[in-house]
């Protein structure tokens, strides 16, 4: 079965504490994307990456950190200096071809992140 | 700053009838437009993508786009209750990023 997998699906963090969210695809798509969603809003940009070992921040990129040493897996990390890390986490992922506005993003079922 | 709008609704319609959802967009350069359900504490899901001017169908969904007016818009036709959900539209960045920008959704409750 082809698809996004984050884990874990609910995460309690206590102040002070990094917590690394995982996510991995196995649809061989190039582009990968961390958003995150609070209550009755859309989703904001964290990170993304276009292609393995280079990433770039998104809008709200302060106080997270992300890896992309293999074409599959994007993890993100929310350290402890996000000062509001509430939120639903997603992870997406694009073909995203070169030269072409075709950017089909799929999502993971995304995990929920409270801060204890 | 990139904006994308929806009213959030909720938007309340009956069982069977044309439900339609509308968006506006900031930026005039945006090339690539995407709906997006999502139901109540689950991922969005894609169910329409449309990248020219003019209509798309798809079952039930028809996509409308209009460039020069800055707006795309959703049609649910035959609304069921199982399409109670918020809609989300999402907008091609053209910085090169090729990240979307996301409205911050439309409610549409189907009454049975």
């Known amino acids: 079965d082809g698809g996004i997998t984050q884990s874990p699906k609910y995460l309690f963090r206590k102040e002070g504490q990094n917590v690394t969210l995982s996510c991995e695809q196995n649809?061989?798509?190039?582009?990968m994307y961390w958003y995150r969603q609070d209550p009755g809003q859309g989703l904001r940009l964290i990170y993304y990456?276009?292609?393995?070992?280079?990433?770039q921040k998104g809008d709200i990129a302060e106080g997270y950190s992300v890896s992309r040493e293999k074409k599959e897996s994007f993890p993100l990390t929310v350290t402890s200096a996000q000062k509001n890390p509430t939120a639903f986490y997603l992870c997406?992922?694009?073909?995203?071809?070169?030269?072409?506005?075709?950017?089909?993003?799929?999502f993971g079922p995304g995990t929920r992140l409270t801060v204890l | 700053q990139k904006e994308v709008e929806q009213n959030s609704g909720p938007l309340s319609v009956p069982e069977g009838a044309i439900a339609s959802l509308n968006c506006t967009y900031s930026?005039?350069?945006?090339?690539?437009f995407f709906w997006y359900r999502q139901y109540s504490g689950k991922s969005p899901e894609l169910i329409m993508s449309?990248?020219?001017?003019g209509d798309k169908e798809d079952g039930r969904f028809t996509a409308q786009l209009n460039k020069a007016s800055q707006y795309v818009s959703l049609l649910i036709r035959d609304s069921q209750p199982s399409d109670s959900a918020t809609y989300l539209c999402?907008?091609?960045?053209?910085?090169?990023?090729?990240?979307?920008?996301f409205g911050s959704g439309t409610r549409l409750q189907v009454q049975p």
């Open positions: 997406a992922s694009s073909i995203s071809p070169p030269g072409s506005s075709y950017n089909e993003q799929f």
């Open positions: 649809l061989n798509h190039d582009a």
């Open positions: 990456s276009q292609i393995v070992n280079d990433f």
């Open positions: 930026d005039r350069v945006s090339q690539s």
């Open positions: 449309i990248y020219s001017n």
């Open positions: 999402a907008v091609n960045d053209d910085t090169g990023r090729r990240a979307l920008t």
